[in-house]
Nanobody, 116 residues
Framework: QVQFVESGGGSVQPGGSLRLSCAAS???????MGWFRQAPGKKHELVAT???????YYADSVKGRFTISRDNAANTAYLQMNSLKPEDTAVYYC???????????WGRGTQVTVSS
């Protein structure tokens, strides 16, 4: 089983930037990679996904501010987050999925806090 580990979270002021990484213990070539988040008292929500063919999707709340990308050679997916807002504060989770193979894996999450 491939394992996924997030990194890059932290505390930043509003308007700042962070880049999250999701490093896999094996190849991610077949996987659709995604980032989800969950804030205290709120439901788990999709932030962005990128397919194995490199097509990206973004939640309306992050369009124009966040960019998802993948580096298959490095077995890593990224989430570049710019113009961060306090409402972006959450634990961010990496997800990797191959629907046809029944594979659906999650990382343990990384905390992002946006506060002045």
């Amino acid at each position: 089983q491939v394992q996924f580990v997030e990194s890059g979270g932290g505390s930043v002021q509003p308007g700042g930037s962070l880049r999250l990484s999701c490093a896999a213990s094996g190849s991610i070539f077949l996987y659709a990679m995604g980032w989800f988040r969950q804030a205290p008292g709120k439901k788990h929500e999709l932030v962005a996904t990128v397919t194995s063919g490199d097509s990206a999707y973004y939640a309306d709340s992050v369009k124009g501010r966040f960019t998802i990308s993948r580096d298959n050679a490095a077995n890593t997916a990224y989430l570049q987050m710019n113009s961060l807002k306090p409402e972006d504060t959450a634990v961010y989770y990496c997800n990797a999925k191959v629907v046809s193979l029944g594979r659906d894996y999650w990382g343990r999450g990384t905390q992002v806090t946006v506060s002045s």
